[in-house]
């Protein structure tokens, strides 16, 4: 009997990279939180393809999980936390493919969304000519890993299955000329994704993160997104406005109001886990 492998598929934007810095841990967490942020989780393996770092397989779920140049965390963190303190005794893999400042309208269009001109991958920068068409470049890179992570269970002799797919984007999208058509891209990727690892799926759910207030068009973006999670089966949608996370305190110096704080990137996965169930 193949054993099983539990996977969490974790997607979009520079929220979904994770930009809570690590040095502000201390003044929302005891040291043992952090020392268990900071040494990884045992039973949380992560492959992740993160802004401008991959991991290249699988490897402790832990802070540094999401871009090259900074100290800081992903909401990986907080999915890792969650999970491993509601089931102690199981073993998750994370499949993390992010991208800062990236849209629905091109870098994440599926191929039943519209066709666009575009890389073939996110560093490939052949057939950049007007006769190669492609979906996204970002979509590109999702199937890329998460193909390369479904073939190394199998191969290994694991019985792979995707239990959720976690979506942290539209911050890009949260314009006048783009949100209006971000139901129609936002419902096929999640048709096209479904039609492509359907065969994985295990009672997936798709748990959807509204946008924060800064944005200029983030009620119609989060009403689409609610809206979706209503009126669809095994959908949920989290009000990050009403959870209380906030973009306005850290770096202290500067606040980065585009990007969470340290403990609300951390709450955010929080908030993902709660909706995973075995």
Same mark, same amino acid.
């Given at each position: 009997?193949?054993?099983?492998?539990?996977?969490?598929?974790?997607?979009?934007?520079?929220?979904?990279?994770?930009?809570?810095?690590?040095?502000?841990?201390?003044?929302?967490?005891?040291?043992?939180?952090?020392?268990?942020?900071?040494?990884?989780?045992?039973?949380?393996?992560?492959?992740?393809?993160?802004?401008?770092?991959?991991?290249?397989?699988?490897?402790?779920?832990?802070?540094?999980?999401?871009?090259?140049?900074?100290?800081?965390?992903?909401?990986?963190?907080?999915?890792?936390?969650?999970?491993?303190?509601?089931?102690?005794?199981?073993?998750?893999?994370?499949?993390?493919?992010?991208?800062?400042?990236?849209?629905?309208?091109?870098?994440?269009?599926?191929?039943?969304?519209?066709?666009?001109?575009?890389?073939?991958?996110?560093?490939?920068?052949?057939?950049?000519? $007007?006769?190669?068409?492609?979906?996204?470049?970002?979509?590109?890179?999702?199937?890329?890993?998460?193909?390369?992570?479904?073939?190394?269970?199998?191969?290994?002799?694991?019985?792979?299955?995707?239990?959720?797919?976690?979506?942290?984007?539209?911050?890009?999208?949260?314009?006048?000329?783009?949100?209006?058509?971000?139901?129609?891209?936002?419902?096929?990727?999640?048709?096209?994704?479904?039609?492509?690892?359907?065969?994985?799926?295990?009672?997936?759910?798709?748990?959807?993160?509204?946008?924060?207030?800064?944005?200029?068009?983030?009620?119609?973006?989060?009403?689409?997104?609610?809206?979706?999670?209503?009126?669809?089966?095994?959908?949920?949608?989290?009000?990050?406005?009403?959870?209380?996370?906030?973009?306005?305190? $850290?770096?202290?110096? $500067?606040?980065?109001?585009?990007?969470?704080?340290?403990?609300?990137?951390?709450?955010?996965?929080?908030?993902?886990?709660?909706?995973?169930?075995?």
């Amino acid at each position: 009997m193949s054993k099983k492998a539990k996977i969490i598929v974790l997607a979009g934007q520079s929220n979904a990279v994770g930009v809570g810095h690590v040095q502000y841990l201390p003044k929302h967490f005891d040291q043992s939180t952090i020392d268990r942020f900071t040494n990884g989780f045992d039973n949380i393996l992560i492959n992740f393809n993160s802004h401008d770092i991959k991991s290249n397989g699988f490897v402790k779920t832990t802070v540094g999980c999401t871009e090259r140049s900074k100290r800081t965390l992903g909401p990986e963190v907080g999915i890792a936390q969650t999970l491993s303190e509601k089931y102690p005794n199981e073993k998750f893999y994370i499949v993390k493919c992010a991208f800062g400042g990236t849209n629905l309208f091109h870098d994440w269009l599926t191929p039943s969304g519209g066709e666009t001109y575009g890389k073939a991958s996110h560093n490939n920068e052949e057939n950049q000519n $007007e006769n190669y068409r492609t979906a996204g470049w970002c979509w590109n890179e999702l199937t890329a890993i998460t193909d390369e992570s479904l073939s190394f269970f199998v191969n290994n002799g694991f019985d792979p299955e995707i239990i959720a797919f976690c979506w942290m984007q539209g911050e890009s999208d949260a314009d006048k000329e783009h949100c209006t058509g971000y139901g129609a891209r936002y419902k096929a990727l999640l048709s096209d994704f479904s039609q492509r690892y359907g065969k994985y799926y295990n009672n997936c759910v798709f748990v959807d993160a509204g946008i924060s207030e800064i944005w200029q068009e983030y009620k119609a973006i989060n009403e689409i997104k609610e809206s979706h999670a209503k009126q669809t089966e095994n959908s949920f949608y989290i009000d990050t406005i009403g959870s209380g996370l906030t973009t306005l305190n $850290e770096p202290e110096e $500067e606040p980065d109001i585009a990007h969470y704080d340290c403990d609300c990137t951390v709450k955010l996965g929080n908030l993902f886990a709660e909706k995973i169930n075995l």
